[in-house]
């Protein structure tokens, strides 16, 4: 579709509130040839127990429907491995589905659970997502990838979806990007601080302390897009439980308000066609009026510039909490930074920036946690995880892990999670000596974006203090 | 992977042959001589319909390309929208669309909308790398054809291109598509490939 009717523009509404409760990750690696995937979403469950005092048995026995994320079966020759996740956590005879939508599987495992809830079919849910990605060779699990592209049309044209990817990159870093060494650099700036701030992160894999000339001179992915503009591939778990507000304070003092919205485009990027652009309710006709004359070279929108499904997913997100301006409402926000000029194009489609100017956000020092151009905080940090680049990209797990980590930012308990030494001997890591607590100071709301591939899915998730919200 | 064959009688599959190749575990060791896991080899082979779209890839062999156009009056936004990829169905009225031949507007209009030079591929890709993913613009289509460029040329947004053709020993798959630039001559042509021919 090109145009939209009223209906189909209905800002979405839950029947009653929907409450986080709690969450827990395990850890991330690149592979765990000596741990089943089981014994990761149980790790994964067992910290969403621990964090709000219970133990594993006490937590299951509030759940009544449980909702499982695992994109791709063939990286772990398993159909119906959610039946063998359900299994093992012992969850029986309890309801349970398997979602998969790509690179977004997370936060639409996130979107099914929270609607459970939200029409009054279970007082609590059990949101599980992870990933097995390390039992074929990489380059097997190219192929794997690019099989969630068209098999006719996109799969055959070399068997790896960054290349279908970054052709809008390519476009991105044409058009907007005026393919100037200074955007370069400030690509690379987004790679060095979010490998930089896993760095501080124990359950990350790809932490590491970088500078912009180490991304620069990384080898060549697809030109401009470097090994180290491009995700991490991971394999782990993560998990969280949403409850209706009764039972949400029964099992917690601070639960908090979730909303999820979801949006979609064509699987093919070949198939976008021209239209209007939704407007954010921080734009107005006015902000795009000037775009073609000042950024020629992409008469289209979304073009392969945007994310269209980002853009809707915000647009109901956004109507319905009632943020007016993501940089002034919101404390801090998780991207799917798959890679860094992905990561510039989101900030546009959701808001934080009219698109073309997306990479003043990194420019600017806003994205950072504390900004190094002023010392002082940043205005909107991003992906203080880590993110894809730094921390992990266990695609099912993805989505449901920056939600995680914004619920340990709200209750301020960053440091306690992160910062604790046994939890980094436990994975086998030691503490660093200059780690850094990473808190935002007073965060009350987070919002994390879930995206599938070249743009399928994406699923916006807002979270926040209850006497926080916007939208009453 | 030979000795097997995929035909269709009566409407119905018949197969003959191996499909379903299986070898022989392997266990994983850690260098401490602990098992951790076990390798699972077998070689599978997957058959797959075109369905509707199969006059398309039909037509590459024959150097020639098709796309579709929504002809119907009633569809408010994709009445006369030609659409290549090949769309059985108008994503809009989910009518059944029109069947065209563009070959001679992508003759004469293609060109590269945006482009990517990949130094990767994942398992079993068939192209030569760097493959140059090509994404190509033809005139007054709603739509932008992914395919790849072949020749020497480096690829660059607005370069005038022209479609080329696996007609030699086709694969009935995208592949049989690719792109040249514009001035590229016949002689320069890869092997198995040809410019546009006439319709039969």
Known sequence: MITFSKRQLKIPKFSRDVYLVTGGNSEFRRAFPEKRTEELCIEAFQEAAKYIGMTAAELKQFIHTCYYG????????????????????????????????????????????????????????????????????????????????????????????TGYYAVMAQKYWNVYGREEESFRRTLAEISVKNHGYAYHNPFAHGGMKITVEDVLKSPVVAYPLRALDACLMSVGASCVILAE??????????????????????????????????????????????????????????????????????????????????CEDLDLVELHDAFTISDVQTYEDIGIRPYGRGRTYVESGDCYHTNPKTGKPGKLPANLSGGLLGCMHAVGATGIMQVVELMYQIHGRHAEIHGDPARWKRYGKEKPKDWVDLQVRGARRGLAISHAGVGSHVTCTIVMQPDARLDQ | ????????????????????????????????????????????????????????????????????????????????????????????????NTEIDITDLANRTARVYTFMVCERSGAFNTLEKPIRFVNVAFEGTATILMSYLLGKASPKIGMRLRPIFRTRNPTYTITDLAFVPAETRPEDLPPGFTFSLEPA
């Open chain 1, 70 to 161: 695992h994109f791709a079966d063939h990286f772990g020759d398993q159909l119906l491995g959610e039946a063998v996740i359900h299994d093992r956590l012992g969850l029986d005879p309890l309801g349970n589905v398997g979602i998969k939508t790509g690179g977004a599987t997370g936060g639409s495992t996130i979107w099914e659970a929270a609607k459970a809830v939200a029409s009054g079919y279970s007082d609590c849910t059990l949101a599980m997502g992870w990933e097995r990605m390390d039992e074929v060779p990489t380059d097997e699990g190219n192929n794997y990838i690019a099989c969630a592209a068209d098999k006719d049309w996109e799969t055959p044209l070399g068997h790896i979806y």
């Open chain 1, 245 to 326: 507000k009764e039972t949400a304070y029964q099992m917690s003092r601070n639960p908090l308000l979730l909303y999820c919205a979801a949006g979609s485009h064509t699987l093919r990027v070949a198939d976008r066609r021209d239209m209007e652009i939704p407007l954010l309710p921080n734009e107005t006709p006015d902000t795009y009026k000037d775009l073609d004359r000042e950024f020629p070279g992409e008469e289209r929108y979304p073009g392969f510039t945007g994310f269209l499904a980002a853009r809707m997913a915000a647009y109901y997100a956004y109507h319905w909490t009632g943020i007016q301006d993501p």
């Open chain 2, 1 to 96: 992977m030979s000795g097997y064959s995929v035909k269709v009688v009566e409407g119905k599959y018949k197969l003959s042959g191996e499909f379903s190749t299986i070898e022989p575990n392997q266990p994983i060791f850690d260098e401490k001589g602990k098992l951790c896991g076990i390798c699972n080899p077998r070689r599978i082979v997957h058959h797959h319909s075109l369905g509707g779209e199969a006059p398309f890839f039909a037509a590459l062999a024959r150097g020639r390309l098709l796309a579709t156009r929504c002809d119907n009056e009633k569809c408010k936004d994709g009445y006369r929208s030609v659409f290549i990829p090949y769309r059985i169905h108008c994503p809009d009225c989910l009518e059944r």
